[in-house]
């Protein structure tokens, strides 16, 4: 049985065209599910009931079911169950100009980056991405608030499961789905550069975001698995092809790794890397947790590196620290739970 949250407003239109159904049958499914927030095809009382008796007899509207959840004043961490029983995560992390949300894109991980624990997990599937919108329906019901924005930034690597996400992408930005404004949805990429350059023509204004995390190819190599196969100077090109054809500017995203990335010669490295390019960097304190040896820069070696950054003309931000009395660093609380 399909889930009809994996279905486009178009998708859905030509599925019920098939059954005689008029196009705007497919509008007012949407507004049940997404406008409404209605989840069971028996109470969708404008439609016809042998409709809805088709539509329950091929389309699944179930929920995910919510595993565990742990909460600091400003971060809800929640772990959710698949049908199939895998686990995924979410972030829910409250700021000032409103609330957003970093989703997972894959059960597992394949980037095998050595500092993040969902890489420790390898990859067990893809999601749909009807389980990718399912993450934010569930958060909005449980904080009974509207999401301001969206970050695929969770478990997996988005661009290894490229055409969900384009998918997800299309669903929750859809005026008549979620209606998430597309400039407040934010793509994080370990550095797959064809699905980069593929990214850099769909025509949306969402914003891309590089895990970079290191100056140099040897560093990075060491850190990240991913930059044997797509170098330093590839991906650069690559971000650089991207904003000359969106115009739209690029988060360089830096954790912070205390004596491994955070010193004035790399601050210097990444600042000569990047002169010249409409982006900036995201200093990322880094969550430390019990299975990975790595520890957080210290914050007068954050703010050195990022004054240093400033001096040289680079854009740069430091990432307000999220959830550090909860499981928070991605992928933590599916671990402890999977490994129980």
Known sequence: MESI???????????LAKLNAKPFVAKQLYDWIYKKRVFDFDLMSNIKLELREELKRHFSIEML????????????????????????????MRHDYGLSICVSSQVGCNMGCSFCESGRLKKVRDLASGEIVRQILMIEDDI??????????GIGEPFDNYDNIMKFIRIINDPLGIAIGAR????????IIPMIKKYALEDIQTNLA??????????RSKIMKINKAYGIKELIDSIKEYIDITNRRVTIEYVMLRGVNDSLICS????????????YVNLIPYNETSHIEYKKSDNETIMSFYDNLKKCGINVTVRREFGGKIDAACGQLR????EK
Do not use: C, W
């Open 184 to 191: 407040h949805i934010t793509v994080s990429t370990s550095g």
């Open 144 to 153: 009974k608030e509207r999401i301001s924005s969206v970050v695929v930034m």
């Open 65 to 92: 079911k919510l595993k565990r959840k742990q909460e600091s004043k400003l971060t809800n961490k929640y772990l959710f169950e698949l049908e199939d029983g895998n686990l995924i995560e979410a972030v829910l």
């Open 268 to 279: 210097n490295e990444l600042a000569s890397l990047l002169r010249g390019m409409n982006v």
């Open 335 to 338: 671990a402890s739970e999977v």
């Open 210 to 219: 590089i895990s970079l995390h290191a100056p140099n190819d040897e560093l």
């Open 5 to 15: 949250f994996d279905y486009k407003l178009d998708e859905l239109t030509l599925y």
